[in-house]
């Protein structure tokens, strides 16, 4: 059937611009929409207000212009009824191809009818003229016929029906059965479509059922069906989609929306999508509409557009091969100009089916592999996306034989099934794939065999490697073969892949003898083929014997370039770089910490005399610098430590933290190098020590570790462990003989009883017991 011709686009929609394949089996460039006929009955009743004949009207011409294949006819009829010379049918719009200009403004001729004029309703006569138009559309193409209506049908007397007003209704009645009946036997469906208060629902039903049935497929809801609305508000809309359904397409769902100055609408076209129309319908025929594909790019009559409608209140955008995704319409309204506009989109997925069956030729009571693919302008579709919705299902048929097939779907858009033909079972067997989808017109693929020639002389069968290669890759493949004759045979591997792909085929071919056994070949392809998935088909001939095919299957090769280097390095680098940064943030935490531990930090230097503290402690005066500088003065009572801000050289001495062991390094105004620890003066010259005490030691843990606070300095060391011996400083002039003390003979913490017969405390002073 023509709808058959529907089906094979598809892949060119979803990979514009690749080469086509010459072989049918890897894509069909002839498949396109195949056009329709059909005719709208507009009603022109005086009972239309100024308002529902202009939606009516918007409908019409939304119809005309909104149609999928520019080679699809249109006519448009304005019906009331007989009045005098004025016939209750009014052919606005003859026969017209929908490319004709001229079917753009057939919608303008409509207007509602006078009294003079047949202002009724005779349904017939507009159903009657309808067919009639369309019974000289070729054999087999759909013809479809739409019924705009807001009333019941009526007339009055010496309106064609008598002027007996009583048998009217009968008279009517009888012509409608008949007009039906007409409609059926010429193969036209009808769609009727009502609005308004008055319309007879069971009246428009009868319509829809008296017509000729659906061509798209035995789905329930594409079934031809009466519509009614509350108003003619809803015709446009409601139209669009009965037009949709009736010509075996679908419509996606309609955007609106006030325009005042500037607004957008959108319109999501899907994957399986290989031929739409964007409709736009306008209150205002002054608002500017622009159209953007998913990309951004505007869409000015490009190659594979047609825009139509400019200036009117009704726009169309045909695009073949679109870009699946949401479509943009720019709407712009000149100042004082507004009014509502709504968009949507009628879409056919143009694709057939492929019977393909392994082993070619199978015997009875041998298992066969029963599988369907959807075949495109280019090749097999294989797209998840696209294929959503689709559904597929087999049958088998011969003498003795009739069985439906379920039929699964499963990699890169193959359905399939394993079946195993029934024994003794001989002659034609036919086994048949049936597609059926939303938006897809149905479409049925046969392959024949013939059983009863007892086993094939050769046999064959194809196993394959990996499906993925790089550009300028190859696949392998092993052809595993069984000879049961005394002949010997070759045979050859052939393969079809669309154009650009560079095959080229090795070790396709091998002589063989009675047994089995395997060889390998390879798939080659050229370094310019394209990222994606490639399609073809490949089959294992027999060429002893007529090129018979032993063996076919189609084949997948999925194409990915090879990684850049940031492909295959990316991780590695920012492996790399948040190691460089772990690295660099542990060194900066580290001299972080480093220079903390130099810090001075809160210590307290004071001068001792035989062990006993004399004068004031100095402390520095900025704990965070790394060194404490100060001025020893003996030229007063008592000695003195003078803090300074900065050092003065030849009089400054220095006082640095050691940061491995938190003991303090003293400077001497002539360069000489003195260690202090905790606890025990060091002598600075004779008879004067200096010693120090490091808050942070000293108010840590118990331990005598660090405090851990918050501002740690690092490590200064601990004070001495109490049973230390205390340092062998001045043992014979300085203390010798004085008890021990726990912080050694020069410790900062209270000196130990002199004994009696001490002299006066001068503590007060800074000095100990005189000497």
């Known amino acids: 059937m023509a709808t058959a011709a529907l089906l094979g686009a598809l892949a060119l929609a979803l990979t514009p611009g690749t080469a086509r394949a010459a072989d049918p089996t890897v894509g069909d460039p002839s498949l396109k929409v195949a056009p329709?006929?059909?005719?709208?009955?507009?009603?022109?009743s005086g009972s239309l207000k100024g308002a529902d004949l202009d939606r009516e009207k918007d409908a019409a011409a939304l119809a005309?212009?909104?149609?999928?294949?520019?080679?699809?006819?249109?006519?448009?009829?304005?019906?009331?009824?007989?009045?005098?010379?004025?016939?209750?049918v009014d052919v606005v719009c003859p026969m017209t191809a929908v490319s004709d200009p001229a079917a753009a403004k057939c919608a303008e001729r409509l207007h509602a009818r006078t009294d003079q004029e047949g202002n009724n309703t005779d349904i017939p006569a507009a159903i009657r003229q309808g067919v009639n138009m369309l019974a000289a559309s070729p054999a087999g193409q759909p013809r479809v016929l739409f019924v705009l209506t807001d009333g019941a049908m009526a007339v009055s007397p010496g309106e064609g029906y008598g002027n007996d007003a009583a048998r009217i209704p009968g008279e009517l009645d009888k012509s409608l059965t008949a007009a039906l009946a007409q409609a059926k036997a010429a193969g036209v469906q009808i769609w009727p479509l009502g609005f308004g208060s008055a319309i007879d629902a069971a009246q428009l039903s009868r319509m829809a059922d008296g017509g000729a049935p659906s061509m798209c497929s035995q789905r329930p809801e594409d079934k031809p069906t009466a519509v009614t609305v509350k108003d003619s508000g809803e015709v446009v809309q409601t139209l669009r989609k009965a037009f949709g359904t009736a010509r075996c397409a679908g419509v996606t769902q309609t955007d609106s929306t006030e325009v005042n100055g500037e607004a957008d609408l959108n319109v999501t076209i899907p994957a399986i999508a290989t031929d739409v129309v964007i409709q736009v319908q306008k209150a205002n025929e002054r608002i500017e509409t622009t159209f953007f594909d998913p990309d951004g790019k505007r869409v000015d009559n490009a190659p594979g557009t047609e825009q139509r409608g400019q200036g009117s209140r009704t726009e169309t955008l045909r695009i073949t091969d679109p870009v699946a995704g949401k479509w943009r319409i720019h709407l712009k309204a000149p100042d004082g100009f507004s009014g509502p506009v709504s968009a949507a989109a009628l879409w056919q997925g143009v694709v057939k089916s492929y019977v393909q069956l392994n082993p070619p030729q199978p015997s009875a009571g041998e298992p066969v592999k029963f599988s369907v693919f959807l075949q495109s302008r280019e090749k097999n579709l294989t797209d998840p996306a696209a294929l959503k919705g689709?559904?597929?299902?087999?049958?088998?048929?011969g003498p003795g034989l009739k069985a439906d097939i379920p039929l699964r779907p499963g990699d890169k858009g193959e359905f399939s099934s394993d079946y195993r033909i029934p024994g003794g079972i001989t002659g034609q067997v036919s086994f048949t794939?049936?597609?059926?989808?939303?938006?897809?017109?149905?479409?049925?693929?046969?392959?024949?065999?013939?059983?009863?020639?007892?086993?094939?002389?050769?046999?064959?069968?194809?196993k394959w490697g990996d499906g993925t290669i790089e550009p300028g890759g190859s696949v392998a493949g092993t052809v595993s073969w069984k000879v049961n004759d005394t002949r010997p045979h070759t045979l050859r591997v052939v393969a079809d892949f669309p154009a650009g792909t560079g095959l080229r085929i090795t070790g396709a071919e091998q002589r063989v003898t009675a047994g089995s056994d395997e060889f390998g070949f390879e798939l080659a392809f050229g370094k310019g083929i394209t990222k994606g998935d490639h399609t073809g088909r490949v089959r294992v001939l027999d060429t002893g014997d007529g090129?018979?095919?032993?063996?076919?299957?189609?084949?997948?090769?999925?194409?990915?370039?090879?990684?850049?280097?940031?492909?295959?390095?990316?991780?590695?680098?920012?492996?790399?770089?948040?190691l460089i940064a772990l690295l660099l943030g542990l060194l900066g935490y580290l001299a972080k910490r480093r220079k903390r531990a130099r810090r001075i930090g809160p210590i307290a230097l004071r001068l001792y005399r035989d062990g006993q503290p004399i004068g004031v402690e100095t402390r520095p005066l900025d704990?965070?610098?790394e060194a404490m500088w100060f001025r020893l003065d003996t030229t007063g009572f008592p000695p003195q430590l003078i803090p300074l801000y900065q050092h003065e050289p030849g009089t400054a001495w220095i006082v640095r933290r050691t940061a491995a062991t938190g003991t303090m390094d003293v400077e001497t105004p002539l360069g000489a190098h003195l260690h202090l620890d905790t606890g025990r003066p060091t002598e600075i010259e004779p008879g004067?020590?200096?010693?120090?005490?490091?808050?942070?030691?000293?108010?840590?843990?118990?331990d005598g570790g660090s405090s851990g606070s918050g501002e740690p300095y690092g490590p200064y060391g601990s004070a001495a462990p109490a049973t230390a011996p205390p340092r062998p400083y001045g043992e014979d002039a300085y203390g010798s003989d004085r008890p021990y003390n726990p912080y050694g003979p020069y410790g900062s913490g209270p000196a130990a009883d002199p004994g009696p017969g001490a002299g006066p405390d001068d503590t007060t002073f800074g000095y100990g017991p005189p000497r």
């Open 36 to 44: 329709i006929s059909y005719a709208i009955l507009v009603d022109e």
């Open 547 to 578: 090129d018979k095919v032993l063996f076919e299957t189609t084949r997948t090769v999925t194409v990915e370039p090879p990684p850049g280097f940031w492909d295959e390095y990316l991780w590695l680098v920012i492996g790399g770089i948040v």
């Open 390 to 397: 689709v559904t597929v299902s087999g049958h088998v048929e």
């Open 64 to 88: 005309a212009i909104g149609e999928l294949s520019p080679d699809s006819r249109v006519g448009v009829v304005g019906f009331g009824s007989g009045a005098g010379v004025k016939p209750a």
């Open 623 to 625: 704990e965070r610098a």
């Open 688 to 702: 004067l020590a200096l010693g120090f005490t490091d808050d942070r030691v000293r108010n840590g843990p118990p």
């Open 433 to 462: 794939g049936t597609i059926s989808a939303p938006g897809v017109a149905g479409t049925r693929e046969v392959k024949t065999v013939t059983l009863g020639g007892g086993p094939a002389a050769v046999s064959a069968e194809i």
